[in-house]
């Protein structure tokens, strides 16, 4: 689809202008607006086994690295008590989060000393979700657990290296029964378009999905860096994968009937929905490696070097290590892209969150997404077609393909000491999601 090619164009290009990120002295943490409440992203990057697809800053798990780490992300959080950030939502990231469930618990509860925290939202795998674990993360007062399962087809987890840590499909389905009823909210984190994937095999996870009756469902494309992409071949083939236009309306088509399309990706029973893309706060705070920041129209990144970043924070530097200041224009797409993954936006609370020049800034924007069939304006609401709401997840499948090749390039190893570069490059736009702390 030739529109289709020209958004992930020019969503690639404008990506990678936005991370032009300078480095710096200038990057010390910003200091906040005290008469807001800001969303808190908490990155714990220590995995048992680490999956081809992933790009995120995760690094296998070592006690005592670990131990060291949790100490220094104690103290970057302290950092932000300090300067007097407002927190009232906590975002717990991966890696895996329950890696270390006593450790979450120190560092959750550490949160919740310093601020009144109203909603905690953490990931885990299917392996974790046993007894102890997840009577801690209910002691602990989460809210939404959501469960990274990608698949329910064993020749595509085998295939992932996730079986043989995860179990059978079969033994995923039975831990996720068990936990039903025990959080606020469940939610499944699934991806479409792995390169052994069939339209068959979908159709039978959907039919799993619609039995286990969960509260919510994440469907996320594959979205994998360049970097990515012949590990992925290597171990899934080089099968074209689905259509994925046709997947995707599969997927609403046969979720839609049972939950109410929330977002691009997301199906919810409830009410409000909860995502790990931020659409409930326009600014947050990441910290942990590789972690991002936006704050007063300014995007900040730490070090994605896991020792590195223990290490400033033992040594009381900053692990921030490039910002950007985003100009007028670019402040109002970043909140426009953000504003329509829940597919629809009033105009007037638009226009409030991004000033008087909306029009002036985003007038041929909005003008070619009509024209194109992406959005309509009804109501006195942008809202998005369900041609424009594919494409919103091309866009923003396209937005972390970029992200990921920029970490996997700038990313020091850990088993070398860190080159400090005074240069970062063009490269990608900051992760989870277009208003995204990373994991």
């Not at 070592?62 to 992300?73: N, V």
């Not at 919740?112 to 007062?141: F, M, Y």
Request: a neutral charge.
């Amino acid at each position: 689809m030739v529109i289709e090619q020209l958004l992930r164009y020019c969503v690639t290009r404008t990506t990678q202008h936005y991370l032009t990120c300078k480095p710096g002295p200038k990057c010390s943490r910003p200091l906040p607006d005290t008469s807001k409440a800001y969303l808190l992203y908490i990155h714990i990057p220590f995995c048992d086994q680490l999956c081809p697809y992933c790009s995120f800053v995760r690094i296998q798990f070592e006690p005592s690295l670990a131990a060291r780490y949790f100490e220094a992300l104690k103290e970057e959080i302290r950092t932000y008590f300090m300067l007097g950030y407002q927190f009232d939502s906590v975002y717990v990231g991966g890696g895996t989060p329950t890696i270390w469930p006593e450790k979450l618990v120190e560092i959750v509860s550490l949160v919740k000393s310093l601020w009144p925290i109203r909603q905690i939202s953490t990931e885990a795998n299917p392996d974790h979700l046993v007894p102890e674990t997840l009577q801690k993360l209910r002691d602990l007062g989460v809210n939404r657990l959501s469960v990274g399962v990608q698949s329910f087809n064993d020749g595509i987890l085998n295939s992932m290296h996730r079986s043989k840590r995860c179990g059978s499909s079969e033994d995923i389905i039975q831990r996720l029964e068990a936990v039903k009823g025990m959080f606020d909210t469940l939610n499944v984190d699934m991806i479409f378009n792995f390169p052994n994937q069939t339209m068959e095999m979908l159709a039978q996870e959907l039919e799993v999905l619609k039995a286990l009756d969960v509260n919510q469902i994440t469907y996320y494309p594959l979205m994998i860096s360049n970097f990515k992409q012949k590990e992925i071949e290597k171990e899934c083939g080089k099968g074209h994968g689905l259509n994925k236009q046709k997947a995707y309306d599969l997927i609403v088509e046969q979720l839609s009937g049972q939950y109410q399309c929330a977002s691009v990706w997301c199906f919810s029973k409830q009410a409000e929905m909860i995502d790990e893309y931020i659409v409930s706060h326009d600014e947050y705070v990441g910290v942990g490696p590789g972690s991002w920041s936006y704050v007063k129209g300014a995007m900040y990144n730490n070090t994605f070097s896991v020792q590195d970043y223990i290490r400033r924070c033992e040594s009381d530097q900053s692990p921030m290590m490039a910002c950007r200041q985003f100009s007028a224009r670019e402040r109002m797409r970043y909140l426009f892209v953000l504003a329509l993954i829940t597919g629809s936006s009033s105009l007037s609370d638009m226009k409030s969150r991004v000033g008087s020049n909306f029009w002036m800034f985003l007038g041929s924007e909005v003008l070619f997404l009509r024209l194109t069939g992406v959005l309509v304006i009804r109501q006195g609401r942008l809202e998005l077609t369900r041609k424009g709401r594919y494409l919103w997840a091309v866009l923003m499948g396209a937005l972390f393909s970029v992200v990921g090749d920029y970490r996997n390039t700038y990313a020091p190893s850990d088993e070398s000491p860190l080159l400090v570069r005074t240069l970062v490059p063009q490269s990608a736009l900051p992760v989870r999601a277009m208003g995204v702390p990373s994991t």
